[in-house]
């Protein structure tokens, strides 16, 4: 597709229950970025993937998170056992290999979470 | 950790007027890239414009433009001829040189009235 597309746009689940975002980037796009924006903490970067090369999840805010990205294009963020703090918009970025800082980052619409 | 400070929670303009949004940082690097992105309500961030720390020249597309004071660590933005479609959230975001990950403010709710 032309720009980054995630799904589900809207998910709503209980407390306790496992949730799996996804994230599909600009075709040709080696790097991808999870971020996570909620009322209470703003824009927070989560993890980032870039080619190849081990992830970093230095963001990622408990072990409960975790990503994956498949054949270096399409990433999935887990969430297990929710917790209603988990409640935010989670935006996935996309962008072309790092090039002295040229790159743009390349927003999705994000996947709206909400947990009861 | 560099911090980035919208301290406008919202602001209104007129049509056809001109506003501008102020973003201050902090850090002690001197390779740093700045952003202005905008996000309406369908979500998705949008790019509105970058400048790079080594660069004097303060960048421009367009309407939008900013007003980059290195030594003051301001990075505010001027949207001249405001039109109703500039309302949305705008925020500004640090990236380190050296870096990847985005550090974004809090953001500025811009409300366009006709």
């Known amino acids: 597709g032309a720009g980054v597309s995630q799904s589900p746009s809207n998910k709503v689940t209980e407390k306790g229950k496992d949730v799996e975002l996804r994230c599909d980037p600009i075709s040709g796009h080696t790097a991808l970025y999870w971020y996570r924006q909620s009322l209470g903490q703003g824009l927070e970067f989560l993890i980032y993937?870039?080619?190849?090369?081990?992830?970093?999840k230095s963001g990622l805010p408990s072990d409960r998170f975790s990503a994956e990205r498949t054949g270096g294009s399409v990433s999935t963020l887990t969430i297990q056992r929710t917790q209603q703090e988990d409640s935010a918009v989670y935006l996935c970025a996309s962008s072309p290999e790092l090039a002295g800082g040229q790159e743009t980052q390349y927003f999705g619409p994000g996947t709206r979470l909400l947990v009861l | 950790a560099q911090t980035v400070t919208q301290s406008q929670p919202e602001m209104s303009v007129q049509e056809a007027e001109t506003v501008t949004l102020s973003c201050t940082y902090d850090?002690?690097?001197?390779?740093?890239?700045l952003f202005w992105y905008k996000q309406p309500p369908s979500r998705q961030m949008i790019l509105v414009i970058r400048q790079e720390a080594y660069k004097q020249q303060n960048a421009t597309e367009n309407r939008f433009s900013v007003n980059f004071q290195k030594a003051a660590k301001s990075f505010s933005l001027k949207i001249s001829d405001s039109q109703l479609g500039d309302a949305a959230m705008y925020f500004c975001?640090?990236?380190?040189?050296?870096?990847?990950?985005?550090?974004f403010g809090k953001g500025t709710s811009l409300l366009v009235t006709p």
């Open positions: 975001a640090y990236r380190s040189g050296s870096g990847y990950a985005l550090n």
């Open positions: 993937f870039q080619g190849n090369s081990a992830p970093d």
């Open positions: 850090t002690s690097e001197s390779d740093y890239y």
